[in-house]
């Protein structure tokens, strides 16, 4: 195998057609969001949820950090998080929330290119963060003490020229992060597809796969989502089923899983860092995520037997 020849050349000039795809949706969301945050309208919205969070456990000024998060990638509620006097216990439960709601306009639009609903995804993920936050605030110890950060001062935008300067330099470290990641997700792909590694990957999750009710075919990308995030493994996905190696049904399950749990090292890592516990926030998520398929096969069962019971017959004929 020639690397470059085969390998580099093919990656990059998918990759650039794959980058600009991603940078359509993410840079007008993010000076969309940043404007909305400049012009005080996160904080009005973040005002309504006020009396909903004291039931879930935390402060009602912590609203804006979840609303923020949904509008947002992690970083920008954890900016917020260390400038807020707040518990472990608020902390935890405000991880999961945020690490199960983050970044929506541009992850459950990747999403939806993949062929699954944009607004299903938005009403799962918040309305999972919603139970999760729930439970927790009943099953979690009162006294956990308090987390390891120092507080520091959130960036402050006093003019639009200060928002379009804040945005423009982030817009420059994402473009750059999206090529060198997609970039080398398609040479990984090429070099595991040529020496007929994915086959061998896949059989050793397959155990794991099964466990969270997922396709055999989506192995591969259920690696990439765990490793990178939703909107580099999504990319990877639109290529994948254009090439008809994964099924529309098969990604809208892989989507299900993934829209409750993906990154986790990363994601995971920014709040161990700051004294969250790691079995509490991978435990949480991965239970989470394994729900949401299972009750999707189960109500995809119960649709095609109650409203298509001529297609539910014929299908017990060919078994």
Not at 41 to 56: E, G, K, Q, R, S
Request: glycine letters at 6%; charged letters at 15%.
């Amino acid at each position: 195998m020639n690397f470059y020849k085969e390998a580099v050349l093919p990656s990059l000039k998918k990759s650039g057609h794959t980058s600009i795809w991603l940078l359509k949706i993410i840079l007008p969301i993010s000076l969309a969001v940043r404007l909305l945050e400049y012009y005080g309208i996160l904080a009005y919205m973040a005002d309504f949820l006020n009396p909903v969070f004291i039931y879930l456990g935390l402060p009602g000024s912590t609203a804006i950090i979840f609303i923020t998060s949904i509008f947002l990638p992690l970083y920008a509620p954890l900016a917020i998080i260390t400038s807020m006097s707040l518990t472990l216990r608020e902390l935890t439960i405000l991880a999961l929330m945020c690490q199960i709601s983050h970044n929506l306009p541009v992850e459950c639009a990747i999403q939806a290119k993949t062929g699954t609903s944009f607004w299903s995804m938005v009403t799962l993920r918040i309305f999972m963060s919603i139970v999760v936050a729930l439970i927790l605030n009943l099953i979690l110890p009162q006294d956990m003490g308090m987390p390891l950060f120092a507080q520091t001062n959130a960036v402050t935008m006093n003019s639009i020229g200060d928002v379009l300067i804040v945005w423009f330099k982030s817009s420059l470290q994402i473009a750059l992060l999206i090529i060198t990641i997609v970039t080398t997700l398609n040479i990984l792909y090429k070099v595991l597809d040529e020496y007929q590694l994915i086959e061998k990957l896949t059989k050793i999750i397959e155990p794991v796969l099964k466990f969270f009710g997922l396709p055999i075919s989506t192995g591969f990308l259920w690696l990439i989502g765990y490793i990178v995030g939703l909107s580099y493994g999504g990319a990877l996905m639109m290529e994948q089923m254009n090439e008809g190696k994964v099924s529309k049904s098969d990604a809208e399950l892989l989507n299900y899983h993934l829209a409750l749990s993906h990154s986790i090292i990363e994601d995971n890592l920014l709040f161990v860092a700051l004294g969250v516990s790691i079995g509490w926030i991978l435990g949480i998520r991965l239970t989470a995520a394994a729900m949401a398929v299972w009750l999707r096969k189960l109500y995809l069962r119960l649709k095609v037997k109650w409203f298509y019971p001529a297609v539910n017959l014929k299908i017990e004929e060919q078994r």
